[in-house]
């Protein structure tokens, strides 16, 4: 049920998808096997993000012995392949069948950032502090904001990759390897561009707590 889950709310949406389509579909003639074995919709689509969340974090936290082990442990371009580039090789794997950047997209605006494990997010939390200390030139409030939104971007454009592939419309780019090199140059743009807007700068609230700071919504 867990992978049908993710298919089909990665097809259709959150709202378009019941749970009496995921039991059928899922081979299940009991039409409450999604609240018998997960408790509700959302205890569902936790099960998504924590299966998916538990390969990736693995991914991330050798990545990061990896650029440790390099003396690139504080390289923005290095961070950012760490917290990126699990998600693009979990899509790389299975290019004909992963609808996971699409899943994220639907969830995301709706659901919290965080699963009830703090181990399943420590290389994530770890890889975002590292990034906002290498963006120094923003204040650490700005650097944040501007990582959720780099990530978001990111993982939209695999959703858009994937919408496109499956209707095998090739009218920009249908090289997936060609994509994620634009994707990775582009955030990496973002996280150095300055800020256009000098009271942004100047705000009092354009700092934010250690804790906070590790929150942003990337899976």
């Known amino acids: 049920m867990i992978e049908i889950a993710e298919k089909l709310i990665g097809e259709r949406g959150l709202d378009n998808v019941s749970m009496r389509d995921v039991a059928s579909l899922a081979g299940q003639r009991n039409n409450s096997a999604v609240q018998y074995h997960f ?70 605006p709706v659901m919290a950032p965080g699963v009830p494990e703090t181990d399943l997010r420590t290389a994530t939390d770890d890889a975002v502090v590292r990034l906002i200390d290498a963006m120094s030139h923003l204040p650490r409030r700005v650097a944040f904001e501007r990582i959720d939104l780099a990530t978001q971007m990111f993982t939209g454009a695999l959703a858009v990759f994937e919408d496109r592939r499956d209707v095998r419309n090739t009218v920009v780019n249908a090289d997936f390897e060609k ?23 100047a705000s009092p609230s354009s700092e934010v707590d250690g804790d906070a700071e590790t929150r942003a919504d990337v899976r």
Do not use: C, K, N, W
């Not at 390289?75 to 899943?103: K, M, N, Q, W």
């Open 39 to 108: 408790g509700s919709r959302d205890g569902l689509i936790i099960e998504v993000l924590r299966r998916r969340l538990s390969e990736i974090v693995i991914d991330r936290q050798q990545r990061l012995a990896e650029i440790d082990e390099a003396g690139l442990g504080t390289d923005l371009p290095s961070l950012v392949h760490v917290l990126l580039g699990p998600i693009v090789d979990l899509v790389r794997r299975r290019p004909e069948a992963t609808h996971y950047a699409r899943f994220l997209q639907r969830v995301g």
């Open 179 to 201: 994509v994620v090199a634009h994707l990775y140059d582009m955030v990496e743009a973002a996280l150095r561009a300055g800020i256009s807007s000098p009271s942004e700068s």
